[in-house]
T-cell receptor, first 116, second 115 residues
Framework: EAGVAQSPRYKIIEKRQSVAFWCNPI?????LYWYQQILGQGPKLLIQFQNNGVVDDSQLPKDRFSAERLKGVDSTLKIQPAKLEDSAVYLC??????????????FGQGTRLTVV | AQTVTQSQPEMSVQEAETVTLSCTYDTSESDYYLFWYKQPPSRQMILVIR??????QNATENRFSVNFQKAAKSFSLKISDSQLGDAAMYFC????????????FGKGITLSVRP
């Protein structure tokens, strides 16, 4: 079974530029998560989708971050304009459906973003 | 709000020895999940072990076991017969049950294994 795919693996941009990350979840997984992991910290949830609807985006900095999940499958996370403090690893995860007992979240390998 | 605390930033263990990683959490819920995830340098989070709060029996997965103390809100991971491949970041995480569940992570601990 193919895992969660993310691209690119690495990205370096200058501050005030824009950047986009892509995630392809495991086939059939209804729930998709984007996490931000700053160096030395645990991942923090940015946004959660159930199919193509947003379940939780309370910690998404909406003035610069946006995310969409077209047709309830692939998702893109965009930052515009980027700030130095956005340097982090962006992790995508998916699960069959949230709220079902014993549903495991599977993670991709993440995108390491460096803003200079 | 739920919080997860990992107070040890680093630990080291001799190969083949046993090590225990500590975690405490805070929640007002009675039904929830607790997890330990491993994150090697490849960055991919790998689920090590999961505990359901309503189960009194501690979870075990091969060399990995937990000590779940619900009243104390403590959830430690024991790694027996440590191997070089166990070296990684380890994160304790919490999730409510029910709709819209999501993971809340601690800061993580870096485990090194000495040959």
């Amino acid at each position: 079974e193919a895992g969660v795919a993310q691209s690119p693996r690495y990205k370096i941009i200058e501050k005030r530029q824009s950047v986009a990350f892509w995630c392809n979840p495991i086939s059939g997984h209804a729930t998709l998560y984007w996490y931000q992991q700053i160096l030395g910290q645990g991942p923090k949830l940015l946004i959660q989708f159930q199919n193509n609807g947003v379940v939780d985006d309370s910690q998404l900095p909406k003035d610069r971050f946006s995310a969409e999940r077209l047709k309830g499958v692939d998702s893109t996370l965009k930052i515009q304009p980027a700030k130095l403090e956005d340097s982090a690893v962006y992790l995508c995860a998916s699960s069959l459906i949230s709220g079902v007992r014993n549903t495991e979240a599977f993670f991709g390998q993440g995108t390491r973003l460096t803003v200079v | 709000a739920q919080t997860v605390t990992q107070s040890q930033p680093e630990m080291s263990v001799q190969e083949a020895e046993t090590v225990t990683l500590s975690c405490t959490y805070d929640t007002s819920e009675s039904d929830y999940y607790l997890f330990w995830y491993k994150q090697p340098p490849s960055r991919q989070m790998i689920l090590v072990i999961r505990q359901e709060a309503y189960k009194q029996q501690n979870a075990t997965e091969n060399r990995f076991s937990v000590n779940f103390q619900k009243a104390a809100k403590s959830f430690s991971l024991k790694i027996s017969d440590s191997q070089l491949g166990d070296a990684a970041m380890y994160f304790c995480a919490y999730s409510i049950t029910g709709a819209n569940s999501k993971l809340t992570f601690g800061k993580g601990i870096t485990l090194s294994v000495r040959p």
